[in-house]
């Protein structure tokens, strides 16, 4: 041990590897009732008994949180940080929400102090949501990333992000030349990408705002950056899916748009994925493409119901999202919670186990992010959230009565929210405290 080292006592969760078959995930299961987690230069080099670990602490500081839980970093693996402003708009679904709300408001990411503000009110929201990565849409303005990358390299916050690629059907403030929107996005990869924890993903906005000749700039810059991630929309709407095969008649649906471009594979994220036809469940387990389940968003808008239980059959990646905002919340324990109704109205049982796997380790894997993070294996970065299992008098109650570690996790997706993140620590350092909080208002 190294004086510099920091040793925590605590509750630990999380999932020592990936499956692919959600009857392998108990047996990736790690719940430890008593035992220490040590950090080391903001990666994880321990994780053992209290028993096993006493005698090797010899008079080392302890940080003690016994009560706690401690769980992986959540993982949001879709969200766009300039809706923030505008969750809760009411009354439309996809298309004339995204034309009624969404381009107004990201019209404003135009001013760089706007982007700035904001992007500094939306990483709190992470970070106290229990969030330490994300997937992340900008709008279509490069000052919109510049600002959040700034603020999320302050914070050593391993984070995903892109300007946003768009070239009609759209206002005329938030469209772009094809030639200008490589441009621009060019300059940012070159700028951040594989900067520190920083990651870019090329964001075409969905294929009705795309036309063939932008989508093929994004395959040449995908050629040029073969290891940047790509983000976009898929099958989230039946009537935007008509749309699509209206715009691009000489496609064979949906996700060929994309997939013609060569904009499939293992760094490839598609959110929603809600209408899928056979071949296009096909094309994405061939692909090694991931999907983000946002069943907060899918709901809101009235967008559909993702079949998890499909995923798993034809073994497609899938991560959370919470898509703020048409997702309704920051907080993955609320989005869990949204995620079993969601498999309750298909009767598919969502369990704890599958919810957290999604959470941490399947997210970071949806991501191409598991060798770096999800975990508490030796060598991972080291984020993590501290639970406060039971913070009301009902949670207290019902927490209390709850047999095993399964229940209570469970519990807490059902009645959890931001009060149960006690803590957030983000490449071992806390990032935000709910007390030093409280104290501060
Ligand atoms: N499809 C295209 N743009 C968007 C967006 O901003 N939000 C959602 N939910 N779907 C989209
Ligand atoms: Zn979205």
């Not at 290891?227 to 691009?248: C, G, I, M, R, Y």
């Not at 599958?354 to 984020?383: M, P, S």
């Amino acid at each position: 041990l190294s004086a510099t080292d920091t040793a925590i006592r605590a509750s630990f969760f999380d999932f020592t590897g990936v499956v692919d078959r959600p009857d392998d995930l108990a047996g990736q299961a790690r719940y430890l009732e008593d035992a220490v987690l040590l950090l080391r230069d903001g990666c994880v080099v321990g994780l053992d008994s209290w028993e096993n670990s006493e005698a090797m602490l010899a008079g080392h500081p302890v940080i003690d949180l016994r009560g706690r839980l401690i769980v992986p970093g959540f993982v949001d693996t879709h969200i766009h940080y300039p809706q923030t402003e505008m969750i809760g708009a009411f009354g439309e679904q996809l298309l004339e929400w995204l034309n009624h709300y969404t381009f107004p408001v990201e019209a404003q990411y135009h001013c760089p102090d706007h982007a700035a503000r904001m992007s500094a009110f939306f990483l709190h929201q992470l970070l106290s949501n229990g969030t330490t990565s994300a997937l992340v849409f900008g709008t279509v303005h490069p000052q919109s990333v510049e600002a959040l990358f700034s603020a999320a390299e302050a914070l050593n916050m391993r984070l995903i992000a892109g300007k946003v690629m768009m070239d009609r059907n759209a206002p005329d403030n938030l469209i772009e030349t094809p030639e200008q929107s490589y441009q621009q996005t060019r300059a940012l990869i070159e700028r951040w990408h594989q900067r520190g924890r920083l990651s870019y993903a090329l964001t075409p906005r969905f294929a009705p705002t795309s036309s063939p000749q932008l989508l093929e700039k994004v395959q040449q810059l995908r050629q040029e950056f073969p290891d940047t991630w790509l983000h976009t929309h898929l099958s989230e709407n039946p009537q935007e899916v008509a749309w699509v095969k209206e715009l691009f008649p000489e496609r064979e649906g949906y996700l060929d748009v994309y997939h013609h471009h060569q904009l499939t594979g293992r760094r490839s994220v598609f959110a929603h994925c809600l209408h899928l036809e056979e071949n296009e469940w096909q094309c994405l387990h061939d692909t090694d493409s991931s999907i983000a389940f946002c069943p907060t968003s899918n709901l809101f808008l009235g967008s559909g119901l993702f079949n998890l239980k499909r995923s798993w059959q034809q073994g497609v990646k899938v991560g959370i999202g919470t898509d703020v905002g048409a997702g309704t919340t920051f907080n993955m324990l609320q989005t869990l919670g949204e995620a079993y109704k969601v498999g309750q109205l298909q009767h598919y049982r969502l369990s704890a186990a599958e919810a957290f796997y999604h959470a941490t380790l399947g997210g970071a894997r949806a991501l191409d992010l598991d060798h770096v993070i999800g975990n508490f294996n030796i060598g991972k970065e080291a984020d993590f959230v501290v639970l406060d299992p039971a913070v009301s008098a009902l949670q207290q109650l019902r927490i209390g009565n709850s047999k095993d570690i399964w229940e209570k996790l469970f519990v807490l997706m059902t009645l959890g929210d931001d009060r149960n993140i006690a803590q957030t620590w983000v490449a071992g350092r806390p990032v935000w405290q709910r007390d030093a909080q409280e104290q501060a208002a």
